[in-house]
């Protein structure tokens, strides 16, 4: 037992040799990345470079954040992210801002790039970022009950099921609204029937918000 105790001490004490290799490639990375990599990113590199010169390898978490690195200096991935970025259309932007609404409303799932895309106007997301917030099964929920035709129009007269929440209840005095306007509001729930209206009860000068699965057409009211 002791035997195997002294060689992994002899072991350990024993000087790891620098990987040229491995320099050479962060090196590349950085020389090549100058223009497309954040200064977080940049300082990352250079740390990296004093690990790899001092220990001759990385950790496995230094080495996975490393390689997401490389990929996105590597000139095919700058090429194709360009060719993305060119073809992110208007209805692709719609779509992500619809996505980014419900969210935000909905944290914490993609809390930072909801608000990315709420606040800057420019932003496009990576491939990856756009499938995962906006082909999900609730983001697809979302989209198509904001693209949906509506199935009541403005100026019409509505009731409240009886399943709406109480507080929407206690907003309609006569327990009837004309409708003001539609898609009035971001969709905040992946329900059917989510498009939000605008309303204004009988009786009452205050307009409110309503999801479309909590009304129906007034002469329903027995």
Known sequence: MGYYRGSRSRYNRQPRQSNPELVERIEKTAARGTKTLTDWERNFLSSLLDSAKKWGRLTAKQHEVYQRIERKSNPEHIAARKKWDDSFSSDMREKLEF???????????????ATKVLTDPDFIPTPRQFRAMCENKYAKKVLKSATAAPTYAVGQIIALRSTTPHNIKSALPLGK????????????????????????????????N?????????????
């Open 99 to 113: 996505a980014a609404e419900y969210y935000k409303a909905n944290p914490p799932y993609f809390g930072d790039l």
């Open 177 to 208: 609204a004309a409708i003001i306007e539609i898609g009035a509001a971001p969709i905040k729930s992946a329900a059917k029937g989510s498009k939000v209206y605008k309303v204004l009860p009988l009786g009452s000068a205050e307009t409110i």
């Open 210 to 222: 309503v999801e479309e699965r909590h009304i129906k057409k007034a002469r329903d009211i027995k």
